[in-house]
C-alpha cells in the first residue's frame, strides 16, 4: 500500500515575510484531509491583516513524488521572497511539474504565471526579434498545459551576460513557472528542504532513485568526448552538504562518484554509467537522457552487457518482472477488479496492468462491432447527411470512434453542403432572395434570415454566390479591362 507523506512533520512553525524577512508565528487548523494555515501581519496604525491559505495534508509517498522534490531541490528558486520559481527547458518536465502539483496540492495550472528566457542578447532588429519571440511562444504553448491568459506582460526576456546575439535553431528558451503566494512557497520549499536533508538517505532504494532521477534531470550535464574518451555525468551542488547528500544517494544505488572542489560531483567509468544506465536514472530529461545513450553507445560491446542496443524487439528493460504479473493476476482473482486500485497499490502503470489482464484473458473486454451494423451505420449516414457523428453514435448505441471507423472503411464523405449546420429552410431562403434581387444587400439578407455573418458568408461561397451584382477584374487589369458580373446560376 503506497504510503503519505504528512505535510505536518515538514512545515515551519514560523514564516518569513516582508522585505525584511520579519518571523511571524504560523497558525495551523487541520483535520485528517485538509490542512490549514495562516499568520498575521501588523501594518501601520496597528492594523492587521491575515494571510491563509488550505492545502490537503498529505502527500502521496511515491517514486512520482521524489521525481519531482528532486527536480524541484535542483531548479526550485530557493530564496525566501514570497514566490515558488521553477524553470526548466524540457516541455516533458514543465508538464511533469504542474500535473503534480494539481493531482497531489489541488493547484490547478491556470493558477502559475510564466515567462520565457532566452539565452541571448536582447535583438536590436525589431523583425528578428518579433520572429524568434512568435517561434518560442508557439512552441511553449502547444506543447504545455500553461494558459496563455496567465503570461507576465513582458512575455520573453533576455540575458545581458552573454555574447549570444541568435538563437540557435533548435533552441526554444527555458519556461519560468511562477506562483507568487509567501506561504504556499515556505510550506514548499520546507518540505523539499527537509526531505533533502534530514529524510532522504533513510528512505528505501526506489525513493532514493526516484529522488536522483530529478536531481539528474535538472542538475546534469553529460560530457561525451570521443578524442579524449571521455565519458562522464557531471552533477552540479551549491553546497558542501548537498553535494555529500548526493553522493551518498547514488552510494546507496551501488554507484561510485567523485566529488571535487567546488560545485562538481562526477560519475564516471563504465561500470558506473552502465548502472546509471540499468537503474534508468537519467531518463527524465529527454535531451540529457538522449546524450547519455550516445555516450553509452561508445563503449564497445555494450549491448552483451545491458538490455540496450539491441535488434529491434529484442530489448527487454521494460518487461514486467514475472512476480509482478503474478501478483496483479493474484489481485483481480481476490476481488479487486478495477484497474485504478491494482495501479495504486502496486505503483505501476494503468496500461501495463491492462495489457497483463487482456493478455490472461481477465477483465472487460469491449465488444467488437459486427460488421453487419458497420455497414447498416454507413447506409444510414449516406441516406442522413445532415445527421451528425454523434446522432448517429446514439441512435445505433455504439461509440462515436466505431461511427468514424465505419464511414471511413466504407468511403463516406460528407459534401461541404452537408457540413453546413445552417438548417435546409433556411438556406432555401437565401437562394431564393439572391435569385429574386441579385444587389440584395448583405445585413438585409441577415436580418430577414435571422443568420449571422460568419454562416452567411459560407453558404455564399459554398453555394457559388458570393460575387453576384459585383463587377471584378481577372488578373492585374488597373485600368478595368476584362471585367464581367457572375450571374446566379
Known amino acids: 500500500m503506497t504510503g503519505y507523506l504528512d505535510l505536518m512533520d515538514f512545515i515551519p512553525n514560523k514564516v518569513c515575510c516582508g522585505k525584511n524577512c520579519s518571523s511571524r508565528k504560523l497558525n495551523k487548523n487541520y483535520d485528517n484531509v485538509y490542512l490549514g494555515l495562516s499568520y498575521i501581519t501588523i501594518g501601520s496604525n496597528s492594523s492587521k491583516k491575515e494571510y491563509s491559505i488550505v492545502v490537503p495534508r498529505k502527500i502521496k509517498k511515491t517514486v512520482r513524488t521524489f521525481e519531482v522534490l ?16 521553477f524553470a526548466n527547458n524540457q516541455p516533458k518536465i514543465i508538464n511533469y511539474i504542474l500535473n ?30 518579433r520572429e524568434i519571440e512568435t517561434k ?18 513582458k512575455k520573453v526576456t533576455y540575458i545581458k551576460n552573454t555574447n549570444n546575439k541568435k538563437l540557435k535553431f533548435f533552441d526554444k528558451g527555458s519556461l519560468i513557472l511562477e506562483y507568487k503566494n509567501n506561504l504556499f512557497s515556505q510550506v514548499i520549499k520546507s518540505l523539499v528542504n527537509k526531505v533533502t536533508y534530514e529524510e532522504i538517505l ?5 525513493l532514493i532513485q526516484g529522488y536522483i532521477k530529478g536531481i539528474l534531470a535538472g542538475e546534469s550535464t553529460v560530457e561525451l568526448s570521443k578524442k579524449d574518451k571521455k565519458y562522464r555525468v557531471h552533477v552540479s551542488a551549491s553546497k558542501e552538504m548537498e553535494k555529500e547528500i548526493f553522493h551518498q ?12 572542489k567546488g560545485d562538481k560531483l562526477i560519475i564516471s567509468k563504465r561500470e558506473n554509467n552502465i548502472k546509471l544506465l540499468n537503474q534508468r536514472l537519467m531518463t527524465l530529461n529527454p535531451k540529457k537522457y538522449a546524450k547519455f545513450l550516445n555516450m ?31 501478483k496483479i493476476i493474484e489481485l483481480y482473482k481476490s476481488g479487486i477488479i478495477r484497474t485504478a486500485q ?22 472487460i473486454r469491449k465488444t467488437k462491432t459486427s460488421e453487419s451494423k458497420r455497414k447498416e451505420i454507413f447506409q444510414f449516414a449516406k441516406e442522413n447527411p445532415k445527421v451528425s457523428q454523434r446522432e448517429i453514435a446514439e441512435k445505433f448505441r455504439v461509440h462515436e470512434s466505431v461511427v468514424l471507423r465505419s464511414l471511413k472503411k466504407y468511403g463516406f464523405k460528407k459534401s461541404k453542403k452537408d457540413l453546413l449546420k445552417t438548417s435546409a429552410e433556411k438556406i432555401n431562403q437565401i437562394l431564393k432572395l439572391y435569385k429574386e434581387n441579385q444587389k440584395i444587400k448583405f445585413n438585409e439578407v441577415m436580418e430577414r434570415v ?10 455564399r461561397r459554398i453555394y457559388g454566390i458570393d460575387r453576384l451584382g459585383h463587377y471584378y477584374t481577372v488578373g492585374n487589369n488597373p485600368n478595368g479591362k476584362n471585367q464581367y458580373n457572375k450571374d446566379f446560376l
Not at 308 to 313: E, N, V, W
Open 100 to 129: 503534480w502539483f494539481k493531482k497531489e496540492l489541488e493547484l490547478n495550472e491556470r493558477i502559475w504565471r510564466w515567462s520565457i528566457k532566452l539565452n541571448i542578447n536582447e535583438p536590436e532588429n525589431k523583425k528578428y526579434k
Open 342 to 363: 491494482i495501479v495504486e497499490k502496486l505503483e505501476i502503470s494503468k496500461i501495463k496492468v491492462n495489457r497483463i489482464l487482456k493478455e490472461n484473458n481477465l477483465g
Open 70 to 85: 528532486g527536480l524541484l531541490q535542483a531548479e526550485m528558486g530557493k530564496t525566501q521572497n514570497g514566490n515558488l520559481s
Open 202 to 206: 533513510n528512505c528505501n532504494k526506489d
Open 296 to 326: 553509452m553507445q561508445q563503449y564497445p560491446s555494450i549491448e552483451n552487457e545491458t538490455h540496450y542496443f539491441k535488434p529491434k524487439g529484442q530489448n527487454v528493460w521494460n518487461k514486467i518482472p514475472q512476480e509482478k504479473i503474478d
Open 249 to 260: 544517494c547514488l552510494k546507496k544505488l551501488g554507484i561510485n562518484s567523485i566529488k571535487y
Open 450 to 459: 435571422g443568420i449571422s455573418s460568419n454562416a452567411l458568408v459560407r453558404i
Open 136 to 153: 518560442v511562444l508557439d512552441y511553449w504553448i502547444s506543447k504545455t498545459k500553461i494558459s496563455s491568459a496567465r503570461a507576465y506582460p
